[in-house]
């Protein structure tokens, strides 16, 4: 069914964010610039992998082992799991949630401070868009804040209890993150120590993102956030308990069911580059829905920013080449963030398969 054009096409002017919009008591269709027909069905699976991370810290010899076989299985088979006993307070998870709804509350001049004037922005709010394959600009049915967490840390003024928790929060997951990576280095079968110089993990890079998906009133004709993978090594997701968010597995699509309390982790693209493909970069997206609103709160972890990434040289020793070309962190996750290449994404664009082919399409690295 074709979208139809909203009640008073001025609500798209007049507001900057999609919360305003959705709240509208004149909306009852897509706006032509939110279309985005989509089939968002999925298949519900429990074979999504289960970490128990209180095994990978302290469990006895046999059991992390096998966790330790679980989490590579994980990565190699999913590029997802779900991170159970992670140590992360149930207190500091909600605080997170609630503090990042606070900031989707405030008036609308509050968040429009922060509206990105250029990818490199260590602060950025808004609704955001993509570009499809027609080269029409689609918006996305979100509202979003993103900030620069690790190594420098930036966070919006206001709500004033966001700072804190934030500041918190960036650190339990980053103690978290870090471990998680030892063992999938070990996993890979490199010294230990390796990965953290090499990618300068001291120096990591931290992108906190919270993201606000209001009652769609179509939402088989727009969207949260299209496929995508994401940039970094490993990224932590928990939301508010309202579903949405799907993985592609096989070719199939997939809804996540994460436990109350639990993290969901996705390897992301520079994990795929850093194990010269043995881990993938999945693909994922955030659907909408007609009843609730749905509230995710994101931690993005990388490299340092200033960290070259390229498959790691022993993996390169063992494979006989390498599959893909290295690039500085920040450069990939800003051009990432720019929305620069359309239809085609960075990690497309650094696999070494044909050379003539990558010189064509991403000669303007």
């Known amino acids: ?18 919360k305003a919009l959705a709240e509208s008591s004149t909306l009852n269709s897509v706006p032509s610039q939110f279309s985005f027909a989509n089939d968002s069905k999925a298949s519900h699976s429990d074979s999504i992998p289960i970490i128990d991370f209180s095994l990978l810290a302290s469990g006895t010899t046999d059991r992390r082992a096998k966790v330790l076989r679980d989490l590579d299985n994980a990565c190699r088979e999913w590029g997802f799991f779900v991170l159970v006993n992670h140590g992360i307070p149930d207190s500091l998870l909600k605080a997170i949630i609630e503090a990042s709804l606070e900031y989707f509350e405030l008036p609308e001049e509050d968040k429009r401070r922060y509206e990105a004037k250029s990818a490199s922005d260590p602060i950025k ?15 996305l049915w979100r509202d979003f804040v993103k900030s620069y967490v690790h190594p420098e840390f930036h966070c919006p003024d206001k709500p004033h209890k966001l700072r804190d928790v934030l500041v918190e929060f960036s650190e339990k997951t980053r103690s978290v993150a870090r471990k998680l990576l030892q063992d999938i280095g070990e996993n890979l079968g490199l010294e230990k120590g390796y990965m953290d110089e090499v990618l300068k993990l001291d120096s990591c890079f931290q992108l906190y993102a919270a993201n606000y998906y209001p009652p769609c009133p179509q939402p088989d004709q727009a969207i949260g956030i299209p496929a ?12 508010n308990g309202v579903a949405g968010l799907q993985i592609q597995h096989n070719g199939d699509w997939f809804n996540t069911n994460s436990p109350q309390n639990s993290i969901l982790v996705n390897t ?6 850093f194990s010269n493909g043995r881990y993938k970069s999945v693909r994922h997206r955030a659907v909408v829905n007609n009843k609730a609103t749905r ?24 494979d006989g080449r390498a599959f893909y070309r290295p690039m500085k962190f920040i450069e990939y996750v800003e051009t990432m963030l720019s929305n620069r290449f359309q239809g085609k994404s960075n990690l497309d664009c650094l696999k070494i398969q044909d050379d003539t082919e990558l010189k064509t399409h991403c000669s303007t690295y």
């Open 125 to 139: 709010s808004g609704s955001g868009s993509v570009i499809n394959t027609a080269n029409q600009k689609i918006n």
């Open 228 to 239: 995508h993978t994401d940039h970094g090594l490993l990224t932590f997701l928990i939301h």
């Open 268 to 273: 992301a693209d520079h994990l795929e580059i």
């Open 295 to 318: 509230i995710s709160v994101v931690m993005a972890n990388g490299a340092a920013p200033d960290a070259i990434v390229s498959p790691a040289v022993p993996l390169v020793e063992r």
């Open 1 to 18: 069914m074709a979208a139809t054009a909203p009640t008073k096409p001025s609500n798209i002017a007049q507001n900057s964010f999609v």
